[in-house]
């Protein structure tokens, strides 16, 4: 039953083309004929259009020098934040500190039972006085020694000269043996005295080897006696060290982050005691891309702001610019330390830095005034002497609250503010000046 208003549409639609496409044939045929005196507006020659000019608004902009500064968004980060741990195994037998108080350096934090320890370290005490004595002992022992060699050189010297007497009186013995004027009882007593002599000699030679020896002996109970004590010194010392392990100190001056470790907690080496960070002074961290790193030096003034305060922007020095970019964005780290007295800047917080860099010249106009050529390229549109417009890129320097800081223009430029868009290089324009420019 929908066939009859589809056929009635169809009929309708071809009625509407033959009327609107042979009209003047439909009107003749019912005998209306157009008034021919009827005029048709001539066009205008494209002459006309071409010298006709198009108004628009321009500013005479001059160069004014500015602070190129960097702005960078970052983090605020502790100088130090340290987990604080044991370096021994024992219970704790101190009372903990809370969390946010402040301690000093070397301040107690973690105190331990020492159980035998003392015992331990008066054990190499004792070890140590007597390996001093043991020392002292050998020193007595060879200066004893050394009064031994002389006397037995002495006796040495002695008993040569009694030999020598020996040897003379048998000599003579045995002469007046062979003239006739001794006996063989004398002579044989000679013998003896020379036999004598000779083992008095021996046995002084024999005791000059024997203080030698000994002397030599005590030098070695020195060493020894030496290498005892420095044992010893080095057991006391490990003692003593292992006592003062028992007492973990604060490093440096902060804030707790964590309560110290409970009373009659068991730490082993390396558990935590506590965790300290300190505030003041505070670091500002921030990326900056490599396009712009060299634009920041060492020592450079900054100011910062934290996100959402609103106390009064924050001053400090670049410390730190990266030699080495992070591997994925690119991007080099740079660090701003500012002064944090009361503590009111906390770790973590979103920083907005601003880095001061060498001043630029450049010119203060609308963002509205920016557009792009044909090939897609940033700039303004300028007019010339001639009233002629021309295309100026630029390079944008920085966004204010006053309008956008722009670089590559001529000291001195006409730069079109308003209809810019409705027309291109080439194009000749009536200008007409912002109010107060002229």
């Not at 608004?57 to 100088?79: C, F, H, P, W, Y």
Request: aromatic share 4%.
């Amino acid at each position: 039953m929908r066939l009859i208003p589809i056929l009635l549409t169809l009929a309708l639609m071809a009625a509407l083309a033959v009327f609107l496409l042979q009209r003047d044939w439909l009107l003749a045929q019912f005998g209306y004929e157009p008034d021919q005196t009827e005029e048709v507006a001539a066009p205008v020659p494209a002459q006309s259009i071409e010298k006709r000019s198009i108004k628009v608004v321009v500013t005479k902009s001059i160069e004014q020098m500015i602070d190129n500064a960097l702005t960078l968004r970052g983090q605020t980060e502790a100088v130090r934040l340290v987990d604080v741990r044991s370096e021994t195994s024992s219970t704790v037998i101190s009372e903990p500190l809370r969390k946010g108080a402040f301690v000093e350096t070397g301040q107690e934090m973690c105190v331990l039972d020492p159980g035998t320890r003392g015992a331990s370290l008066a054990e190499a005490k004792a070890r140590l006085s007597e390996a001093v004595a043991r020392k002292s002992e050998a020193i007595i022992r060879k200066s004893e020694a050394e009064t031994r060699v002389p006397e037995a050189a002495a006796r040495l010297l002695e008993a040569k000269a009694r030999l020598e007497e020996a040897l003379t009186n048998e000599n003579v013995a045995v002469r007046l043996s062979a003239g006739g004027f001794s006996t063989d009882v004398r002579i044989k007593n000679a013998q003896a005295a020379v036999a004598a002599a000779r083992a008095a000699v021996a046995a002084a030679e024999a005791g000059v080897e024997g203080a030698r020896s000994g002397l030599s002996g005590t030098d070695s109970g020195i060493e020894s006696a030496q290498a005892g004590i420095e044992s010893a010194e080095a057991n006391v010392a490990a003692a003593e060290k292992e006592m003062e392990r028992l007492t973990i100190r604060a490093p440096f001056a902060g804030l707790l982050e964590s309560d110290t470790a409970e009373l009659g907690a068991f730490l082993q080496p390396g558990s935590l005691c506590g965790t300290i960070i300190q505030l003041d002074t505070i670091k500002l961290v921030a990326f900056i891309p490599e396009t712009e790193v060299n634009r920041i030096k060492v020592g450079a003034d900054a100011k910062a702001r934290l996100a959402g305060s609103e106390a009064k922007d924050i001053e400090g020095k670049v410390t730190f610019l990266s030699r080495s970019a992070d591997a994925t964005t690119r991007t080099f780290r740079v660090e701003v330390e500012v002064s944090n007295a009361n503590l009111s800047i906390r770790d973590g917080q979103t920083v907005e830095i601003t880095i001061a860099s060498e001043g630029a010249d450049a010119h203060l106009l609308p963002g509205s005034a920016l557009t792009l050529n044909d090939d897609g390229m940033l700039g303004v549109r300028v007019v010339d002497a001639q009233n002629i417009v021309r295309f100026n890129p630029v390079r944008m320097i920085r966004d204010s609250a006053k309008g956008v800081w722009l670089e590559g223009l001529p000291e001195s430029a006409n730069v079109i503010i308003v209809g810019q868009e409705y027309v291109t290089a080439g194009t000749k324009v009536e200008p007409t000046f912002k109010t107060g420019d002229k």
